[in-house]
């Protein structure tokens, strides 16, 4: 080896999602709001229009099931880079909603395509569980009249609720991991899995929030929704920054 040649540098690896408290989920939620607060009546025009559009798509016969899961990601990527712009100063437009139509549209229904089939898995791990368990005696069906046990309600909630939660952790980051990180639909499935997993805690503690407040903002005459939608369509901005932005 020639005295002049030296070894080459290491190349440095991209670092991969941070792990938080279970604090963080609330602040998601915070950020979210302060982002919501800067333009209000454009963020609620734009919750406004797509619980429109949602509601009119699954009315839809035979489409009307399936469609607004397939579309949710595509505008899920639109409120995405809706906060990404209103974060750096730019004035919303309601042609904002529709920006995950002309950025990555095809990756976005990829995730949704690949949702639906993680939906589908989890059912099959449900039905599984709940045939294992019958058959091992640990689940009964309660006669007319019999009130379900306490612990026949906590297995229940574990069968139906971990394999559902753990799907919505492979999706919740991965409309932003397209649009804004580049990623393919399953390499963004699986690293929004692997960020969940990490991040449970933060995860399950935004959800239980926003759950308060989806109750809390119902009390008004439903008045609250409007702020409500919003900001809940924002939590997947400041969430993915908090996890995976730039330092």
Known sequence: MSDFETTPPPQLQPSGPRQLVAADGWQWI???????REQPVTWILLALVYLVIHIGVSMIPLLGSVLPLLLSPVFAGGFIL?????ESGGELK????????????KPLLGVALVYLALCMLAVVVMMALIML???MGWVVTPQEGEPVSVLMGLMMLVVFG????IVSMAYWFAPALVVLDGLAPFTACRTSLSAGLR??????????M???LLLLAMLPFFLGLLLWFPVMYVTSYTSWKAVF???
């Open 82 to 86: 809706a906060a990404k712009k209103a």
């Open 30 to 36: 915070t950020a979210a709001f302060r982002l919501v």
């Open 94 to 105: 309601l042609s904002d909603l529709f920006a995950g139509f002309r950025d990555q549209p």
């Open 245 to 247: 932005g730039n330092k």
């Open 210 to 212: 926003l759950g308060i």
């Open 162 to 165: 971990v394999p559902m939660f």
């Open 133 to 135: 368990l019958s058959a």
């Open 199 to 208: 991040n449970w805690k933060a995860l399950l503690a935004c959800g239980l």
